[in-house]
Nanobody
Framework: QLQLVESGGGLVQPGGSLRLSCAAS????????IGWFRQAPGKEREGVSC????????NYADSVKGRFTISRDNAKNTVYLQMNSLKPEDTGVYYC????????????????WGQGTQVTVSS
């Protein structure tokens, strides 16, 4: 079964850091762009960051620029999201997904969604 598995979430105080991992199961990541999305209760799923298959093209939502860093290690079949200077508004369930298309900021066109990992930023 083609699936991505997110991990690394948890409870952290404002200003803290977390590193999320997105590991592929049943396929290799190298042919796909990988996007990170998050969803807070009662809100739509929003794009956080995306990295192209080669890693040559990266984009971030304005709300996380300068604080989050996306990277990929195709040898480990894993994509990472380093989150620094976390804010309460970063709280939500974080998902990763793949697309054979170019990176985009909306979920449409992405598939193989994982179960998500909960990130809670609270003092």
């Amino acid at each position: 079964q083609l699936q991505l598995v997110e991990s690394g979430g948890g409870l952290v105080q404002p200003g803290g850091s977390l590193r999320l991992s997105c590991a592929a199961s049943g396929f290799t990541l190298e042919a796909y762009a990988i996007g990170w999305f998050r969803q807070a209760p009662g809100k739509e799923r929003e794009g956080v960051s995306c990295i192209s298959s080669t890693g040559g093209s990266i984009n971030y939502a304005d709300s996380v620029k300068g604080r989050f860093t996306i990277s990929r290690d195709n040898a480990k079949n894993t994509v990472y999201l380093q989150m620094n200077s976390l804010k309460p508004e970063d709280t939500g369930v974080y998902y990763c997904a793949r697309t054979f298309l170019r990176c985009r900021s909306i979920p449409t066109g992405f598939g193989s969604w994982g179960q998500g990992t909960q990130v809670t930023v609270s003092s």
